[in-house]
């Protein structure tokens, strides 16, 4: 029911930006919890950082400082500002929809199509 579109990601050298986009296609955006996850070949997806629908943020503290998660109601889009990029970051990036509950999702939880971040000299 909720359709997540994600653009963004490529190939960035160490210390650079990059800027992830995840558009939703529902009328119900403003209600939705929404997450930006990573996975690296053969390790389990890792939430890294969270916004609720009340505008409140959660980082996981690998990125804490580097990266910010926002949101924009007007336009369903929730972004994920990467800075300072470590050869580290370097993973396949998905953003989530659902609703938040203590350590993680309550219900369905909606999923982007993955985009893949390479930080690399």
């Known amino acids: 029911q909720v359709q997540l579109v994600q653009s963004g990601g490529g190939l960035v050298q160490p210390g650079g930006s990059l800027r992830l986009s995840c558009a939703a296609s529902?009328?119900?955006?403003?209600?939705?919890?929404m997450g930006w996850y990573r996975q690296t070949p053969g390790n389990e997806r890792e939430l890294i950082a969270t916004?609720?629908?009340?505008?409140?943020?959660n980082y996981e503290e690998s990125v804490k400082g580097r990266f910010t998660i926002s949101r924009e109601n007007a336009m369903n889009t929730v972004d994920l500002q990467m800075n300072n990029l470590k050869v580290e970051d370097t993973a396949v990036y998905y953003c989530?929809?659902?609703?938040?509950?203590?350590?993680?999702?309550?219900?369905?939880?909606?999923w982007g199509q993955g985009t893949q971040v390479t930080v690399s000299s």
């Open positions: 989530a929809a659902g609703t938040l509950w203590r350590r993680g999702w309550a219900g369905q939880v909606y």
């Open positions: 529902t009328s119900a955006f403003a209600a939705l919890d």
């Open positions: 916004i609720n629908r009340g505008g409140d943020t």
